[in-house]
């Protein structure tokens, strides 16, 4: 298990950006694949971007072209860079670690194939 901190969330207007920052304990970071998910009011968590331990990346069709995830190992952190946010991205955004399968092969982008989740961090969009 690894401890992980969010931080970087706040308000923006549309068309803004913001990055994210999920700073992990341990010295493990650098083998798990790393996850932003989301979660709005009244809706299910949903898978936003990963990134293997080999910095494969991985985005859903809502982020793609506009979010950008990445890990710097040594700082054992990983990123979510936000561009031309939209008021529909308004969210509470976790990170997720896949603690239960380190150098895995394959990320798979469900919300229970990670085994450790930060407590979020509120990202609001304004129109």
């Known amino acids: 298990q690894v401890q992980l901190l969010e931080s970087g969330g706040g308000l923006v207007q549309a068309g803004g950006s913001l990055r994210l920052s999920c700073a992990a304990s341990?010295?493990?970071?650098?083998?798990?694949?790393m996850g932003w998910f989301r979660q709005a009011p009244g809706k299910e968590r949903e898978f936003v971007a990963a990134?293997?331990?080999?910095?494969?990346?991985y985005y859903a069709d809502s982020a793609a072209g506009r979010f950008t995830i990445s890990r710097d190992n040594a700082k054992t952190t990983a990123y979510l860079q936000m561009n031309s946010l939209k008021p529909e991205d308004t969210a509470v955004y976790y990170c997720?670690?896949?603690?239960?399968?380190?150098?895995?092969?394959?990320?798979?982008?469900?919300?229970?194939?990670?085994?450790?989740w930060g407590q979020g961090t509120q990202v609001t969009v304004s129109s």
């Open positions: 997720a670690a896949d603690t239960n399968n380190p150098w895995a092969i394959v990320v798979r982008t469900t919300v229970n194939y990670f085994g450790s």
């Open positions: 341990g010295r493990t970071f650098s083998r798990y694949a």
């Open positions: 990134i293997s331990w080999s910095e494969r990346t």
